[in-house]
Each structure stands twice: as C-alpha cells, then as structure tokens.
C-alpha cells in the first residue's frame, strides 16, 4: 500500500468514526427528548395548566383523572359543617344526630321506640359523617332548598316528606309521624348543618358526584370482579352485611337481600350507587383519594344492584314522564329506550334522544 492509499483509508476511517459518534449523539439527544416530552406530559403543573380532555374513547389517562381531581379539589372550597351549635336548641340537635348516627338503636329490629319499623340501617350508613362528609350524600343543601318542586312525586315536598321517603325506601320501613320528638330532632339537626348555605343555593360537596359515562352499558360480570377484590371482606359474599352480635345494628349494612334499600330507593338508581361507591368506598376513601376508576364504579354498581331486594310499589313516581332520571330502572318511558338500557346504560344515547326530543317538542 502506497502513502497515498494509507491516507485515504485512513480519512475514510476517520470519517466512519465521525459519522458514528454523531448517531451516537442523534440518538442520546432524541432518546433525552423523548423522556423529556413524556415526563412534561406526565407532570401535574402541565396537566393542571392544560384543559384536560378525555381520548377518543371518551376516557382519561389516569394521571390526567389524579391531575383533575387535584385541579377541582384545590381551587374550591368545599361546604363543612358549622362548628357552633346553639345553646337553645343543643339537646334537640344532638339527639337528631344521634338519630342519625344510631337510627337502629331506635327503629331497628330491637329498636327502642318502634322495634322493627325499619330494616336496620342507619341513616348514616349513606349520609356518611353524620352527613357531612364531602360528596359522602351529605345534607348541606336540604335547608337551603327545601321546600322544593320533587320530580319524583311531581309535588312541592318539604324535609319531613323527604326525610320520610328515605325511610319508606332506603330503610324500607315506616315512616315517621312529623310531629314526633324524632322527626323533629332529625329535622332540626339537618337545619343546623345547612344553616351556612345561602337560601335557594347548593352547596360545595353537597350530595354526591356522578362519575364520567361509560360508553358501554355497565357490566355485571367485571362488577362481580370488582366486587369480590374490594367490596366483599366487608359486605360478605352474599351482600348482606354484618350484624353485631346483639342483633341491634350493623356493622357492615348489605348491599342487596331483604335487608337492604328498596327497589324504589335512591341508590337503586346507578348513578347514584356509582357515585356514592366511587367517592366513598372501600370505607375510609375519599374524593380527593378514591379507590375505584370510573368504570369500576359502574360495573360493580351494576353489579350490586342486578342482586335481588326488596319492591316497593312506585307506580305513582314520576308522574310526568320526560322529568324521569335517565337511570330510571322502570317504565313506560317516552324515549322508546329499553328498561334495560335504562337501567345499566349506555347512557349517553339517552341523553342524546333527550335532546332531540327537547328540539322538536
Ligand atoms: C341506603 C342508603 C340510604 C339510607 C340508609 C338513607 N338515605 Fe337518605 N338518601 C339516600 C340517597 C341515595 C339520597 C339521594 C337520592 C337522590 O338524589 O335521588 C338520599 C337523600 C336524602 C335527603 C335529601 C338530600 C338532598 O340533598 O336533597 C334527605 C334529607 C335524606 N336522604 C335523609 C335521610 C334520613 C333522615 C335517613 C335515615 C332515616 C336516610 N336518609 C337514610 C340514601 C339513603
Ligand atoms: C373495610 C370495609 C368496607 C369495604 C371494603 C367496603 N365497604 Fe361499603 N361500607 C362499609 C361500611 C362500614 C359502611 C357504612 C358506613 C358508615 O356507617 O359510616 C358501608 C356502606 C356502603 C354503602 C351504603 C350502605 C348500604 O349498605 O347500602 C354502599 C352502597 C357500599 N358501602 C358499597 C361498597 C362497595 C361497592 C364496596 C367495594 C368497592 C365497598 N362498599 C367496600 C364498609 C366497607
């Protein structure tokens, strides 16, 4: 090989390395790049700062679900409790807690002023905290909008006709004489909770928060899934809870069976089950640290509420058809859609109907 020759292979040696060490340095860049972009996208302040939008299946990636609920958790300020009760009234509003509390102590089945008037829950069993607790069905807004217009019978109802109702349906029971020592205690009590609620407004927290739709009809099979990781150390196997051992209250209530809610009850809509399991359950969660996704809280709704319980006749409900929830579970309806789908969705084509249906009436 002569001089020349060396010299060449030796620039072409040259020129292979260069060329090498700039891929290497290609790829180290995109490979920084791409980790980069994916933590950027990932990070709460991003998320926080961009409107958050669901995918094109209509659901959101689970950090942008955290991100959200963090956004919504800390810009508003949610309804608590007010802290003084007053003098005059104190022995009146602790005994309506108490009521509230411990409903079986007084109307369960060894109830002290009507043994078995009721199936043995506790109004707190839903109405969590006392009925306090943010998105636990808390009554913050009853005193600042009732008396209300109530779709459900078609009629102005003041907080005794509502305060009955849950018995007649949640606690498939009696319901209470309005001037009893009992019904008034309860009454007063939900008065002083609400009393730092402007007249005619909702609350922050109030109630319950339904989660996202599902673009499918909620299933019962994934729901018995779900079920038996989360729900059943707790409500048992067979949905019916546990007693204590005198027989006086529950200690986890049943979540379907004869002494469960009714079928003309509130949870017995999905909604509103899915909601209350979502920001509340297991026991212990919170909205600000749930436990279930979205879909989770559907299917294990469904799930819970595809179980049998116990009728109530509800034929006078929702006298005026297009004021029926979307989720009703009984017909007629005047959407043509099936009880079926009413009942487990989807939900999103009725509502959809709905609007139609509002364009042309
Ligand atoms: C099995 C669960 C359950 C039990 C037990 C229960 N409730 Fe309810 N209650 C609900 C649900 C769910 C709603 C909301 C229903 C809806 O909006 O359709 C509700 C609504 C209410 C409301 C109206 C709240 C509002 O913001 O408008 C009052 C008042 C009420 N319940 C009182 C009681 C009282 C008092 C007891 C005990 C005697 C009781 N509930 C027991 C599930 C229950
Ligand atoms: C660690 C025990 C525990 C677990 C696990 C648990 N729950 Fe509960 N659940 C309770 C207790 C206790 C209450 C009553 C709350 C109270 O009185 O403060 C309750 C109340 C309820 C209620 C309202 C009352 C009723 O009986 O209708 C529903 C609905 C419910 N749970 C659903 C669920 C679902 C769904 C799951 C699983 C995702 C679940 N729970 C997991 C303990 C538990």
């Known amino acids: 090989m002569d001089k020349r020759e060396q010299e060449k292979y030796a620039e072409q040696i040259l020129r292979l390395m260069q060329l090498i060490v700039f891929l290497v340095f290609v790829i180290i860049g995109v490979g920084i790049w791409l980790v980069g972009s994916y933590q950027h996208q990932n990070d709460p302040a991003t998320l926080l700062q961009s409107t958050i939008e669901p995918d094109s299946n209509g659901l959101f990636t689970e950090a942008a679900r955290e991100a959200y609920r963090l956004k919504l958790a800390d810009s508003v300020k949610y309804w608590q409790a007010p802290e003084q009760v007053p003098d005059n009234l104190k022995s009146q509003i602790n005994y309506g807690k108490e009521l509230i509390i411990h409903t079986s102590h007084y109307f369960g089945p060894r109830g002290r002023i009507k043994p078995n008037a009721t199936n043995g829950m506790d109004c707190q069993n839903c109405h969590l905290e006392a009925g306090t607790k943010t998105f636990g069905n808390n009554y913050a807004s009853v005193y600042a909008t009732y008396p209300k217009y109530r779709a459900r019978s078609g009629s102005i109802e003041n907080i005794y006709k509502r305060v009955n109702d849950c018995f007649e349906r949640s606690l498939n029971g009696a319901t209470l004489d309005t001037t009893s020592r009992e019904m008034q205690a309860i009454k007063a009590y939900i008065n002083w909770l609400g009393s730092n609620v402007k007249k005619g407004q909702k609350a922050k927290g109030a109630g319950l928060r339904v989660p996202k739709f599902l673009n499918r ?25 546990k007693m204590d051992t005198e027989d006086v209250s529950f200690i986890y209530p049943p979540l379907w069976g004869s002494r469960s809610f ?27 640290q749930t436990q279930l996704s979205d879909e989770d809280a559907w299917d294990v709704a469904a799930f819970i509420n595809s179980k049998p319980r116990p009728t109530k ?24 859609f099936s009880e079926l789908q009413h009942k487990y969705g989807p939900f999103q084509p009725i509502k959809e109907k709905w609007m139609e249906l509002k364009k042309t009436s």
């Open 262 to 288: 009714n079928s003309g009850a509130g949870l017995y809509r999905l909604s509103n089950l899915a909601a209350f399991a979502h920001d509340n359950m297991p026991q212990g969660v919170s909205f600000k």
């Open 217 to 241: 009809a909620a299933d019962t099979l994934l729901g018995r899934k779900v079920y038996v990781a989360k729900c059943q150390s707790c409500h048992q196997a067979d949905g019916q809870g």
């Open 313 to 336: 006749d509800i034929s006078k409900d929702w006298p005026k058809l297009h004021e029926k929830p979307f989720d009703h579970p009984f017909g007629p309806y005047k959407d043509g």
